[in-house]
């Protein structure tokens, strides 16, 4: 059976690191208050030339670099972004062309925070349907040029970079017998749409917009919508909470974190968190908190790890993988 099995990691992140400090300069905020509610205690801001393409470009690279490939060896570019370098051309065909290819296929993909999630769900499908060998799955963004600067309720959440993987087609053998992605869960609810979205779009205003957002009603849903997915991966592979090596969620806030974790009865030290180093990088979160986690050995290959996001629309997923 063909499976789709990760075979190199990368990240990149702006070169500026803005603290919370520094937004008390901006906004009627603190640090405390930051901290306290969120866990976030610094995020990375994209300066001039940074974008969503050169930080996806410079994440593949490093990718590419981990599985010892090269750009002729990748099929497909998926992009899961919010915050394009444009409305069109697609993202991912900007980093293809950056990359110097010129065969293949790439696209875009807009499931806001769950992205990521959604990326990894599709390439697998081109994988398993035979479509593509291999994929550069990336989520990269720049949610710093979208956001209101003077509002404090959201300015201080977020922050850019990029994290990619390339996923290959490997037939389960031997010691990759059980390697690969096993199980993928999207849903989504588009009545909750004007809970966390963008004012502004090419086909309304014809402006790029700013992030709004209602917090408390994006927590309150949070967790049920986050631990029913997992459980959906759970019972689709017959694992439970006990199996699981680590959960790597999306970063969007530590108390949501912690609650789904708890709920589903995954110790913390189970637990992979980086919002208090990004914030809350949407799409990019996963792929930058799972380089953390690679790097530092905490993921090792045979481990078992499950990924999980939930974000704008409402959309939100999980993804069970034997790494
Ligand atoms: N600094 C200081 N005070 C603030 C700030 C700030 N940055 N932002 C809001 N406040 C104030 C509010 O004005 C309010 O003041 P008031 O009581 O005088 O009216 C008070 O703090 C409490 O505001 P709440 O919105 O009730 O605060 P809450 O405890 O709900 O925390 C937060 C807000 C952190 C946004 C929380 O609701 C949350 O995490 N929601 C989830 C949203 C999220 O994570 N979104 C990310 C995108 S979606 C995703 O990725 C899953």
């Not at 981990?66 to 993202?91: E, Q, R």
């Not at 993909?109 to 499908?125: E, I, K, N, R």
């Not at 994929?135 to 949610?143: H, M, N, Q, S, Y």
Request: aromatic share 6%.
């Amino acid at each position: 059976m063909i499976r789709s099995v990760v075979r190199g990691y990368g990240a990149a992140l702006p070169k500026r690191v803005v603290t919370n400090r520094e937004l008390e300069d901006m906004v009627d905020t603190s640090d405390e208050w930051i901290v306290q509610r969120t866990g976030i205690r610094q995020r990375y801001i994209a300066g001039e030339g940074e974008t969503t393409a050169s930080l996806g470009e410079q994440a593949a690279r490093a990718a590419l670099d981990k599985a010892g490939l090269t750009p002729d060896d990748i099929d497909l570019v998926l992009v899961a972004t919010s915050t394009p370098n444009n409305t069109f051309p697609a993202t991912a065909v900007e980093i293809q062309d950056r990359l110097g290819m010129t065969h293949g296929y790439a696209f875009d993909m807009q499931a806001v925070c769950s992205g990521f999630v959604y990326a990894m769900a599709t390439a697998d499908l081109h994988i398993r349907g035979g479509m593509a060998k291999r994929v550069l799955v990336i989520g990269a963004e720049t949610f710093s040029r979208i956001l209101d600067w003077t509002d404090r309720t959201t300015c201080v959440l977020f922050g850019d970079g990029a994290g990619a993987l390339v996923l290959e087609a490997q037939e389960g053998e031997g010691t990759n017998a059980d390697r690969g992605i096993l199980t993928a869960h999207l849903r989504s609810d588009g009545s909750h749409k004007d809970k966390l979205f963008v004012d502004g779009g090419p086909s309304t205003t014809g402006t790029v917009g700013h992030l709004r957002m209602e917090g408390r009603e994006v927590f309150k849903h949070a967790v049920a919508m986050i631990t029913d997915v997992i459980e959906g991966a759970f019972d689709a592979t017959k694992t439970t909470a006990d199996d699981i090596d680590w959960l790597v969620p999306h970063q969007a806030n530590r108390r949501i974190i912690d609650g789904s974790a708890k709920k589903l009865g995954i110790p913390s030290e189970k637990v992979v968190v980086t919002v208090d180093l990004h914030g809350n990088t949407s799409a990019a979160s996963i792929p930058l908190a799972l380089s953390v986690a690679l790097d530092d050995g905490r993921i090792k290959q045979g481990d078992l790890v499950m990924l999980e996001a939930m974000g704008g629309g409402f959309t939100w997923g999980a993804l069970l993988i034997r790494w």
